[in-house]
């Protein structure tokens, strides 16, 4: 079996316990950090949702996926850091919004953002619009990016940008957002400048919008 199908159903089985040693096995064998990422733990990730839709996994299946991942990308951060250049290039203020209590992809997306250079305050999950908004005040960033991934929450996010731009910090601020059902089309609903799909597209964006 492939070193990173070994990886996907680990986690998809919820194995937390031998995943950082599959890890370090498909690392020792060639596996680039990207690739185990994007074509094993990612991909795992979204058949672990997809299974819990059609009933075929339980809530305690979903969490133990989740550990699995979270205990995985433990052992790649510091990593992906080592291997990057890194040099300040920028602040980025991120959170899961409000209502909203997950927080896998937005992790990914801040050690992606991480390993580019940028400093990043991580507000958590379930960030009220008041903890942007002072957030923006705190740390002056480039970039604040909403991750948001229920239907139902997303909601939410012209509340966040109404926030902002009440306290008079929206011209001060580029605006990002992501999560598995957000789209081009919803940014641009909102005037969102940065939209990615995934964290790596999120990162090299955000480099792009700090070089302008
Ligand atoms: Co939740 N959940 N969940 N869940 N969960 C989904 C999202 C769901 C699609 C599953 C399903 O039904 N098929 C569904 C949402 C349906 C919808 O609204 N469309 C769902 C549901 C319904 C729920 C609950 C309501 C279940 C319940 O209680 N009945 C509940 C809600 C709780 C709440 O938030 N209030 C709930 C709870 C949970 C757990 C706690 C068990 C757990 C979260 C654990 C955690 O995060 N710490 C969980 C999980 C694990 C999932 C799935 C299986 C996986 C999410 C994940 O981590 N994906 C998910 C299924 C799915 O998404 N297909 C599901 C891996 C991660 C790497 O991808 O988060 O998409 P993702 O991030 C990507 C991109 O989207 C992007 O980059 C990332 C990396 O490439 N990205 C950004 C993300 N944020 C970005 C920000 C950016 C840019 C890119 O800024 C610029």
């Given amino acids: 079996m492939s070193s990173l199908k070994e990886i996907h159903d680990a986690v998809v089985a919820g194995n937390y316990k031998d995943i950082q040693e599959l890890v370090k096995d498909a690392i020792d064998k060639g596996k680039s950090l990207d690739d185990i990422i994007n074509n094993a733990l990612s991909v795992?990730?979204?058949?672990?949702?997809?299974?819990?839709?059609?009933?075929?996994?339980?809530?305690?299946?979903?969490?133990?996926?989740?550990?699995?991942?979270?205990?995985?990308?433990?052992y790649i951060k510091p990593l992906l850091k080592g291997s990057e250049h890194i040099s300040e290039k920028g602040t980025l203020v991120i959170g899961t919004v409000k209502g909203d209590l997950h927080d896998i992809g937005k992790n990914l997306v801040i050690t992606m953002a991480e390993g580019q250079g940028f400093k990043v305050v991580d507000l958590g999950i379930d960030v009220d619009y008041e903890t942007f908004v002072k957030a923006i005040k705190e740390n002056s960033p480039d970039i604040v990016a909403f991750s948001g991934l229920l239907t139902t929450t997303l909601a939410n996010i012209p509340e966040h940008i109404k926030a902002i731009e009440d306290a008079g910090l929206r011209d001060k601020v580029v605006l990002a957002v992501g999560g598995a059902p957000v789209t081009q089309h919803f940014a641009d609903m909102y005037g969102i400048e940065i939209y990615a799909p995934d964290a790596s597209a999120a990162a090299k964006k955000f480099v792009e919008t700090v070089k302008r």
């Fill in 44 to 74: 795992a990730m979204i058949e672990v949702g997809d299974k819990f839709g059609s009933g075929e996994l339980y809530m305690p299946d979903m969490l133990l996926a989740a550990k699995a991942m979270k205990t995985a990308m433990e």
